[in-house]
T-cell receptor, first 115, second 114 residues
């Protein structure tokens, strides 16, 4: 069975500062990895995903994440955040091979960008 | 841009009552999902649905839950006899191809059971 841990429930940061949101997973099989963002009163929106290949994945809105198999991590980063990045961010995994793609989520990290 | 829609946005019900949560997936998508998030907890998978039948379900999805695609556009989640612990945000999602394909989520329905 897979599980996802997001170590930080809340991350406050000033505008234009860099940010890293941490995600670790556990799985006995290879997985696909995802980051979703949820803006207030909206659904979850895919930021980026790692399926295979290059471990550095670039997503929308200037975000990127790096898959590290040895550390079972998939941390999300942005070099310079904007006020509009204030949202909740969810890391998720799914197991390939027979699965319909059911996502297993972490508890989420609330990013708060202050001016 | 096509999007998944859900109605109602907020549903309040009495314990023991039946509720139906409605979703309209993206029109050419074939795979449908329900997830829920109890306040302060993880988003949890409930059920996936493909070709008019359940593909997978979690242990949360017991006999009190059912899903249906009644008319080719709507995808519903029914809870027959709600419990207090069913209070949560329920998200519908759809994808074109299943598997690794991107799931598009609706805005959610907040269910409050009193």
């Amino acid at each position: 069975a897979q599980s996802v841990t997001q170590l930080d429930s809340q991350v406050p940061v000033f505008e234009e500062a860099p940010v890293e949101l941490r995600c670790n997973y556990s799985s006995s099989v290879s997985v696909y990895l995802f980051w979703y963002v949820q803006y207030p009163n909206q659904g979850l929106q895919l930021l980026l995903k790692y399926l295979s290949g290059s471990t550095l994945v670039k997503g929308i809105n200037g975000f990127e994440a790096e898959f590290n198999k040895s550390q079972t991590s998939f941390h999300l980063r942005k070099p310079s955040v904007h006020i509009s990045d204030t949202a909740e961010y969810f890391c998720a995994v799914s197991a390939p091979g027979g699965s319909q793609g059911n996502l297993i989520f972490g508890k989420g990290t609330k990013l708060s960008v202050k001016p | 841009e096509p999007e998944v829609t859900q109605t109602p946005s907020h549903q309040v019900t009495q314990m023991g009552q039946e509720v139906i949560l409605r979703c309209v997936p993206i029109s050419n998508h074939l795979y449908f999902y329900w997830y829920r998030q109890i306040l302060g907890q993880k988003v949890e998978f409930l059920v996936s649905f493909y070709n008019n039948e359940i593909s997978e379900k979690s242990e949360i999805f017991d006999d009190q839950f059912s899903v249906e695609r009644p008319d080719g556009s709507n995808f519903t989640l029914k809870i027959r006899s709600t419990k207090l612990e069913d209070s949560a945000m329920y998200f519908c999602a759809s994808s074109a191809l299943g598997g690794m394909d991107t799931q598009y989520f609706g805005p959610g329905t907040r269910l409050t059971v009193l």
